[in-house]
């Protein structure tokens, strides 16, 4: 059972990565499609890798998933890396554990990542990340259910960034990334092509304002980031011409950190991402001007599907703003030490239907911290990270230069 489980994994994700096209079974209707049973219709945007849009930062996990602008750590690699300019430590690191599937019964299905940061004066900060996805072990088979070799899919991605301050209150950054995917290699698909890892390169650009709020009887910041991320080269498994796109992402984010008092501080985030990939045709939209079995969707090169992402949805705008995905936190501070987290995730159903509340806990002692984060399903629908429970470790070594 276990290795059918993980097998059913892979396929899915080979599905996403290999296919050459699919569309939603609807029927429309007055300028709107609906599945077969009369429901909105499910047009889900897919890319490959999707593992770069995974949250690991169990802190941000804990806010439901908001983290472009909260107060910067190593994390800020994953959301929005101009923040680490801002960052009063001057060397982080920070390490993070994230089981996949664990409610399934799969014990070596997880994501590890490591992220960290080092200024280089007070207007400059260089960032690394290096995530990993490790799918477990899988019982390859041929066509027939005869068991083949034994794999271990794997995927990973090195992150490097430079962030500077062009004001005491604007900072931008640019990261660059290498990508690497082995879902199968060695394998064979359908036609006898030999599946190869998919290799990509991309580039992230952010841009982070914080500001003073003056209020009456407490101090407080105002931060604001965007995060352009994983824009880049297309990824493909075979020798195949049609690649498919990376997960572009569009991340706007705020949060407002109040200083109650000496001992109490409270932080509201929200964070709005949208995946700038085509959106799937439907039937009727489906376009194939020169003939070769792919749809015209397909074949744009990587910019050009980001700047048409915005404007390709079959219903039109009001499908456009069905691709947004909202997240909502909040996370209470008691002296710098104890922290406290609750948050909230929502995305379309017609666009994937995620749906879930978060809650989480921090520790801070020293040059030590310990996140832990929570996910609770509010759907049906079955989430990787249902019931599991995340952590992780962040070290702040200026804390040495601290007691020295």
């Known amino acids: 059972m276990k290795n059918l489980l993980q097998h059913s994994l892979l396929i899915l994700l080979a599905i996403t990565a ?10 429309e209707e007055n300028g709107k499609y609906y599945n077969l049973d009369g429901t909105p219709c499910t047009n889900t945007v897919v890319s490959a890798v999707p593992f770069l849009r995974i949250v690991a930062d169990a802190r941000s996990g804990a806010m439901g998933d908001a983290g472009i602008g909260i107060s910067p750590d190593p994390n800020a690699m994953h959301f929005n890396p101009s923040k680490i300019v801002f960052a009063e430590e001057g060397l982080a690191v920070s390490a993070t554990y994230t089981p996949w599937l664990r409610a399934l019964g799969l014990n070596d299905v997880y994501l590890a990542y490591l992220s960290g940061y080092y200024k280089l004066d007070d207007l400059q900060a260089l960032g690394f990340g290096l995530r990993y996805f490790s799918l477990g072990s899988i019982q390859f088979t041929d066509q027939n259910g005869e068991p083949l070799a034994i794999g271990r899919p794997n995927e990973f991605e090195i992150t490097a960034a430079y962030a500077r301050k062009l004001s005491e209150k604007f900072a931008a950054s640019l990261s660059a990334k290498f990508i690497y995917s082995n879902l199968a290699a060695g ?3 359908e036609g006898g092509e030999t599946i190869e890892p998919g290799i990509a390169g991309a580039a992230d650009v952010s841009f982070t304002y914080r500001t003073p709020i003056e209020l009456e009887n407490a101090e407080s910041e105002l931060t604001v980031g965007l995060a352009l991320t994983n824009i880049g080269s297309k990824i493909t498994y075979t020798n195949s011409l049609f690649r498919d796109y990376l997960p572009a992402n569009f991340g706007l ?5 109040i200083d109650l008092d000496e001992y109490n501080t409270i932080t509201f985030a929200t964070d709005i991402n949208k995946l700038m990939v085509p959106t799937p045709c439907q039937d009727n939209t ?6 070769n079995g792919v749809f015209d969707y397909r074949e744009q090169s990587g910019i050009s599907g980001i700047f048409s992402s915005f404007s390709d949805a079959p219903e039109g705008f009001s499908e456009e703003l069905r691709e947004l995905m909202y997240s909502f936190g909040v996370e209470y501070w008691y002296d710098k030490q104890f922290a406290v987290r609750a948050g909230y995730f929502n995305e379309h159903l017609q ?3 995620r749906k879930f509340f978060t809650v989480g806990l921090g520790l801070k002692y020293n040059i030590f911290g310990l996140n832990f984060s929570y996910l609770i399903p509010t759907t049906n629908q079955r989430n990787p990270l249902d019931n599991t429970l995340r952590f992780s470790l962040l070290f702040d070594f200026s804390a040495f230069d601290a007691e020295e």
């Open 351 to 353: 666009k994937g239907g």
């Open 187 to 189: 394998q064979q698909v």
């Open 253 to 257: 984010g705020a949060a407002w950190e």
């Open 18 to 27: 290999l296919s050459t096209q699919a569309t939603a079974q609807c029927y």
């Open 286 to 291: 489906c376009e194939d001007l020169d003939g």
